[in-house]
């Protein structure tokens, strides 16, 4: 029942709504005078004005009184406030009609409110009180006004930051003058560690600076943040640092007339290295990488860097501290010259050589200004300073100094390598032509990257390969080996081959340095260890090649098994890495290597019986491939049919190549020969690049191999006895082929035993070739490592 009557009602009420519509019965919609006071229609507001309407807000909260202030109609806000309007009334957004007037700067009406009542010391939700709002504005009366009505001078804000703060950014000499006078701290600090010079100095306000100056700031005082990270300055930078980096050089000079501390480095750059950034910002994300300010003034930067020379400003003068890491320039011990090396800024390296700068001097860890100049240091390719003309032509004149184009530093790096973080590859070639020597050069640093790699991309940051600059650093490379390479390596044994084993060492000669030699053979894998001990280290362990990865596990190819597996050799545990392709058995896994990054690559050849062979193409025909084993786990076949039977298998130390020996011994008129494919940055192959190096022809063919650190090649292949009708032993000798990188002979190890099957370095210092041939394990002692 209850709920009958209920709906009775509503639809009476609803019938009733009706037909007062119907009949003409209406009514107006309110007009609140907030509303004519926003429209200026002052004599609407004056008619409908009473007590009780004088403070209504609008649904945003804005009165008339707001809207009078906000039209600066002073005679209104008389009237509304004889009306008893609330002066302190506040929008929705905490908006007053005092904060209104302040941000105007009209005196006459803020005095009214503050007789009126107004609340001086009022914040807005955001923080800011009325005087900071009159102080951005600048208007010095009301300035003066709120703070004879108390407005407390030193009130701080959002970030901890005052009205004289706020003043001094905005450049409002009165403002700031009546501030002082009215008792503003001149020391107080946001939280950011800005004081209102620094603010001064960061704007460009010179007349506020000489007005705070004359108040008595210390224009050698330095900001100490209570925040750290982004945009926060560096605790310690001074007001001469602040205006250095805003490009406001008169500002900056006259601190320096004041003076401000030209040597002065508590932020951790002194005036002169502080400006090298500022003539050359670096372009791209972040802070680094903003557009350069605007700065004020009519003096030029090098008018300024001279100035403060001819005030004392050391041009030799060496950083005591600064940020250092892996391929970051090493601010300590760096001098201006070696900072403007690195932005290539010729006109001021030439001035500062001029007043007596040391074109030499490197940093702490010996980079010179021409190292840093070709790139050492550069970690954002394509967006740091220093275009490809401008560095090659701050090169010269650094050359012209004398400046060593081989110098190595600490971190074992050298110009080269700084051209490789660059990608510049016409900067390569201008430094091979000056004599950089890819023997002092083409090494690993201490990041483990040699000058190729980095141009492939090995550096901090994004991956940014350049392969014309591989392509330069290569070009040099193989120059110097032709030029000199060959006839060094024509000589390259210091003794002849030795026997070591007489059995048992079919193949993998793998070498560990604290544990000696590994190696397979029909019992399994034995170990020779440094002491000349042998010991049957893996009974049956069905193997071929051996390779110890980037962690020190031993890697094992199993063709018996099928099977690729690891063994960490302290507790003989062995794990499978792969035992199938797509679900189908490999052939008989061979030989195996691994590149920097840690991905293993073998290959698949299938020798003797084939009518169990699992894996083939989409055309039904077996396939003989190359296998890459990512990190993950994950396996790609990178070489399908582009070798006809794959065996040794080697990556250089760079990863630009991949060799792979082709070696169909078994068949009259197959292939025997090694070829080279280039290395993808991915870890695939491409195959268009396919280059033959050697070709054994009628012989047997190539085998394992290995590479020294000047990237020579050591492959085992060849016969010492005929094998018809499949292999002749008239040309190719059993022994160790000694390559370059693009097929020049350098050099013959013989080993008087056939099957010569693999090679590998190792010994105390790297400089003995072990070599596997017919069972029997030989010794070649050589001048060049491998590392």
Partial sequence: MNYLIRYLTLFLLLLFSCLVGRIGISQEPTVSIADFAEAKDWSA???????????????????????????????????????????????????????????????????????????????????????????????????????????????NGRNDQTALMWAAAE?????????????????????????????????????????LVEAGVDVNAVMKPKKSGGRVPRSGTSALIMAIESRHFELAMFLVEQGANVNDQRSGFAPLHAIVSVRKPNWGE??????????????????????????????????????????????????PLVLAGKTADIELIKLLVAEGADPLKGNADGCTPLMACAGIGVR??????????????????????????????????????????RNFPKVVEFLTAQGADPDKWNHKNRSGWTPVMIAQGHRPGSFKPSPETVAAMQAAIDAKAKQSGAAERRDSLVGTTKLVLEEGAGEGPAWHPEHGLFFSGPAGITRLSPDGKTELFLPDAGSNGLLFDN???????????????????????????????????????????????????????????????????????????????????????????EVDRPNGVLVTPDDRYLFVADNHNNTVGAERKLWRFDLKADGTVDAASKKLILDWKTGRGPDGMAIDDHGTLYVAGGRNEANLPSETATEFKGGVYVLSQSGERLNFIAIPRDEVTNCSFGGPNRKTLYITAGGTLWSAEVTVPQR
Wanted: aromatic share 4%; glycine share 10%.
């Fill in 171 to 211: 450049g409002s000499f009165d403002a700031v003058s009546a501030l002082i006078d009215g008792g503003a701290d001149l020391n107080a600090t946001s939280n950011a560690g800005f004081t209102a010079m620094m603010f001064a100095a960061r704007e460009g306000r010179l007349e506020v600076a000489k007005r």
């Fill in 551 to 641: 962690n020190g596990k031993l890697l094992i190819c199993q063709p018996k098994t099928r099977r690729v597996s690891r063994m960490d050799i302290a507790t003989k545990k062995l794990e499978v890495l792969t035992d199938s392709f797509e679900g189908n058995k490999y052939n008989s896994p061979n030989d195996i290597m691994v590149d920097s990054k840690g991905r293993i690559y073998f290959s698949d050849p299938r020798y003797g019986q084939r009518n169990d062979m699992q894996i083939v193409d989409d055309a039904g025909r077996t396939v003989e491939g190359v296998y890459r084993i990512d990190t993950d786990g994950s396996v790609s076949r990178i070489i399908t049919h």
């Fill in 380 to 421: 954002a390719v394509g967006e740091e300073a220093g275009l490809e003309p401008e560095v090659i032509e701050t090169l010269k004149y650094l050359i012209s100094l004398g400046a060593d184009v081989n110098t190595v530093d600490k971190n074992k790096e050298t110009a080269m390598h700084g051209a490789g973080y």
């Fill in 45 to 155: 507001l004056a008619k409908r004005i009473d007590d009780a309407a004088a403070s209504k807000p609008q649904a945003d909260g804005m009165t008339a009184l707001h809207w009078a202030v906000y039209h600066q109609h002073a005679n209104a806000v008389d009237l509304l406030l004889a009306n008893k309007a609330d002066v302190n009334a506040q929008t929705r957004y905490g908006v007053t009609p005092l904060s209104i007037v302040c941000s105007l700067g009209d005196a006459a009406i803020l005095r009214k409110l503050l007789d009126a009542g107004a609340q001086v010391n009022a914040k807005m939700p955001s923080g800011e009180t009325p005087l900071m709002i009159a102080a951005k504005t600048g208007n010095a009366d009301s300035v003066r006004q709120l703070i004879a009505g108390g407005a407390k001078v030193n009130e």
């Fill in 286 to 335: 972040g802070p680094d990488g903003d557009p350069r300010r605007r700065g004020s003034g009519n003096m030029t930067s090098m008018q300024f860097i001279q100035a403060i020379i001819d005030a004392g400003a050391d041009v030799n003068l060496t950083l005591k501290k600064g940020k250092s890491g892996k391929a970051f320039l090493n601010h300590t011990g760096a001098t």
